[in-house]
């Protein structure tokens, strides 16, 4: 059974002191060695006993659940040891949906992945078959049959990563036990000034804020509305998983507020001005609401926004540019 542990907790004073020319590349480069650390642990065990023959990994949303697995798998296959990749996300399955009291869609739970054709597909390939996963396009949200180059063949040393949300659900990871790994990923740690500015809940919001401006055709206000019910969905699974989990992972990086909370920051004031203006697009999360309503609830998202702004905007500013190219934050931040 896995524990939430390393908890970082910083303060906006500790950030401000991380500035400049000199402190600032130093102080980055020593979140993410901290990262990598954790990542070079798995890959160790992983390739010291090959009687496993796949990793679960999982975690609530906007945890850097895929960029984790990515970079676990090219550390086990330069390791010596081929690792590949599956993501549950293109394994999404929308024709049945259920939806909160105010209309959310629930795209969180379990039932809204193909649970049979996941299970079968994870078996062919740690049986040594070849698999073509299907693909999910996230602006279009629709699945689509995956391409012949994105085959998956392990060979006889192979390892295989499974990465997603309800990747530790019995339904999924349970027929395995003794021949496989479970790891939990989740940002564990708080911001202060003064009081608590966040804590990892709106870590992962701002970071789904700003990957969902990016990647996903939702703008902040969005994604707010939004958020109660992945919160909510969330809960149902959390206490489940970590339990589930062999290995916590702590993806929070003691540098990111001084990019992810700028950008977010952006990304809100840009949703508000087109609410003032009386321009703001429908929640795309809402297109397929039993309601009709273009947002579950705007004025809670509005007062959450504005409360979000007050804590954010004293924060310091970092260019993204400072970010390495092969960062956990690359997976929100590119556009």
């Avoid at 020319?21 to 979140?31: D, R, T, V």
């Avoid at 993806?251 to 990111?256: N, P, Q, R």
Wanted: glycine content about 6%; some cysteine.
């Amino acid at each position: 059974m896995a524990e939430l542990r390393d908890r970082i907790d910083i303060t906006v004073e500790e950030l401000e002191e991380s500035l400049g020319a000199k402190n600032l590349p130093k102080f980055i480069a020593e979140s993410e060695k901290s990262f990598l650390s954790r990542i070079d642990s798995i890959c160790k065990m992983i390739c010291e006993d090959k009687s496993k023959k796949a990793i679960f990994v999982s975690g609530p949303t906007s945890s850097g659940k895929t960029t984790f697995t990515l970079r676990l798998a090219k550390t086990i296959t330069e390791a010596g040891r081929k690792a590949c990749h599956l993501s549950l996300d293109d394994y999404y399955n929308l024709k049945d949906i259920v939806y909160d009291r105010e209309g959310r869609p629930d795209f969180e739970t379990i039932d809204a992945l193909d649970v049979d054709r996941i299970q079968s597909d994870i078996a062919k390939i740690i049986n040594g078959e070849t698999v073509i996963p299907p693909f999910f396009d996230f602006h279009t949200r629709t699945q689509q049959e995956g391409s012949p180059e994105n085959a998956i063949t392990l060979g006889d040393d192979g390892v295989l990563i499974v990465e997603g949300l309800h990747g530790l659900n019995k339904s999924i990871s349970g027929g395995f036990k003794d021949t496989c790994a479970k790891v939990f990923i989740m940002p564990y740690g708080n911001v202060y000034c003064d009081t608590k500015l966040m804590d990892s809940n709106e870590i992962r919001m701002l970071r789904r804020i700003v990957r969902d401006n990016r990647h996903r055709s939702a703008h902040a206000i969005a994604t707010i509305d939004y958020w109660p019910m992945i919160s909510r969905s969330e809960e149902k699974y959390y206490t489940e998983y970590l339990t589930e989990a062999d290995y916590h992972v702590n993806s929070f990086l003691a540098y990111e507020s001084l990019i992810i909370a700028p950008l977010a920051l952006n990304d809100i004031r840009s949703a508000l001005k087109k609410v003032e203006k009386g321009t703001i697009e429908p929640s795309v999360f809402m297109e397929k609401s039993n309601t009709g309503k273009p947002f579950a609830d705007l004025s809670a998202a509005l007062a959450k926004a504005s409360k979000l702004i007050g804590h954010l905007d004293k924060i310091p500013v970092v260019s993204p540019e400072q970010v390495p190219a092969e960062s956990i934050l690359n997976e929100f931040i590119s556009g």
